[in-house]
Nanobody, 127 residues
């Protein structure tokens, strides 16, 4: 079964850090870009970050630039999202997804350019 599994979410205080992981099983992540998205209650799912298949190119939403870092370990078939300086507005369910392409491109945040989504991991930031 092809699936992505996110982990690493939890409850953290304002200014804290979390590291999310996106592990693949039944498929390889090597040849596809991977995106991170989030969805807060009552809001639409939005793009957070994207990393190319090689890891050489990354994209970030403006609201996380300078605070979040995406990386990948292809031999381990895992992608990471390091989140620092967390704010209450970062509270959401975070998802990873495998992009149709090996690169992120200028429209990396478009949801329908991704297939195979994880089940999500909850991140809650308290003030």
């Amino acid at each position: 079964q092809l699936q992505l599994v996110e982990s690493g979410g939890g409850l953290v205080q304002l200014g804290g850090s979390l590291r999310l992981s996106c592990a693949a099983s039944g498929l390889t992540l090597d040849y596809r870009a991977i995106g991170w998205f989030r969805q807060a209650p009552g809001k639409e799912r939005e793009g957070v970050s994207c990393i190319s298949s090689s890891g050489g190119s990354t994209n970030y939403a403006d609201f996380v630039k300078g605070r979040f870092t995406v990386s990948r370990d292809n031999p381990e078939n895992t992608v990471y999202l390091q989140m620092n300086s967390l704010k209450p507005e970062d509270t959401a369910v975070y998802y990873c997804a495998r992009r149709l392409y090996s690169t992120c491109g200028s429209e990396w945040y478009v949801l329908n350019e991704y297939r195979i989504w994880g089940q999500g991991t909850q991140v809650t930031v308290s003030s």
